[in-house]
């Protein structure tokens, strides 16, 4: 297992995933996991059937409600940008997946089956070291405030196509917009990670719409200060793929963003996506 920053993430080495693990490297893949918060395999080739079976160790899927998951297997969200794409492109903007759900995941696992030769890296930010790093004052006003989270914004069928640019809808992905998309979920701002017990700041500006009591406009400004706050160098970390790469990323305590600097060139990714505790 060999850290990949000073703030989170870790490759590990010397695992073939299209095996069924023994109970031994699982738990050390699990002590991974909660030390790293993202860990990352590389030249792994994996069915879609045995990356499912991977995840399943971890607890049950979830199917992601706005973008098609594949035929054969609708866990696994194949995540594209086609090489004559130029919008942003699924997952890029800083983000912590599917926030929307009263149980947001625990993580997702991200299998790369094509990659631009360059660019298209993934960076990843640690949010208890963010939490960490506010002011003992600010910790306390976060710790009484709940947020609403919706996924409104980005899949609400009220949207406009500025909104929508984010997305590669119309060209790489089959996504869906849906009134239904403005449904409003309540989470602490600030959570606690059962298996370490350490607090993590939990909001994010793709889902996280305002705190709960307060306008959208009189929340604006103390989120940007968080979101902005939460992804500083100090706290990231950056993944370049190669077909075959992994990550594996605690959604409960990262932020992560899929940079768009590959036009020209096709990425290709398959999610599976693990469901997680009601967060406290
Ligand atoms: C995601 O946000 O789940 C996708 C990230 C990526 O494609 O790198």
């Not at 409104?152 to 500025?162: I, L, P, R, S, V």
């Not at 959570?191 to 307060?214: D, S």
């Not at 500083?232 to 899929?258: M, V, Y």
Request: glycine fraction near 8%.
């Amino acid at each position: 297992v060999e850290p990949l920053s000073g703030s989170l993430g870790a490759e590990i080495y010397g695992v073939d995933l299209s095996q069924t693990l023994d109970n031994q490297t699982f738990s050390e893949i699990r002590q991974a996991f909660d030390e790293n918060i993202v860990i990352f395999f590389r030249d792994q080739n994996i069915t879609p059937e045995q990356h499912l079976a991977f995840g399943a160790r971890f607890g049950a899927f979830d199917v992601h409600p706005f973008a098609a998951g594949l035929p054969e297997h609708p866990e696994v969200l194949p995540i594209v940008r086609e090489a004559d794409d130029t919008a942003r492109g699924f997952g890029n903007g800083w983000h912590s997946d599917v926030t929307f759900y009263e149980r947001p995941p625990l993580g997702s696992v991200l299998y790369a089956i094509e990659s631009p030769s360059r660019g298209g890296d993934t960076m990843f930010a640690n949010m208890c070291q963010a939490y960490d790093a506010l002011s003992d004052g600010l910790k306390q006003t976060l710790d009484g405030l709940t947020a609403i989270h919706s996924a409104g914004d980005t899949y609400g069928a009220k949207n406009n196509a500025t909104l929508r640019r984010g997305h590669s809808a119309n060209k790489s992905m089959n996504i869906r917009y849906g009134d239904d998309a403005e449904a409003e979920v309540e989470h602490p701002v600030i959570r606690t990670i059962p298996e370490t017990g350490r607090k993590a700041l939990f909001v994010n500006r793709t889902y996280t719409k305002h705190f709960k009591g307060w306008t959208r406009a009189e929340s604006r400004p103390l989120l940007e200060y968080l979101w902005n706050h939460a992804i500083q160098p100090e706290f990231t970390c950056r993944f370049r793929w190669r077909k075959g790469s992994i990550a594996f990323w605690d959604n409960r305590c990262t932020l992560h963003s899929a940079i768009a600097d590959y036009n020209g060139q096709r990425r290709e990714m398959h999610r599976v996506t693990i469901i997680g505790e009601r967060p406290y």
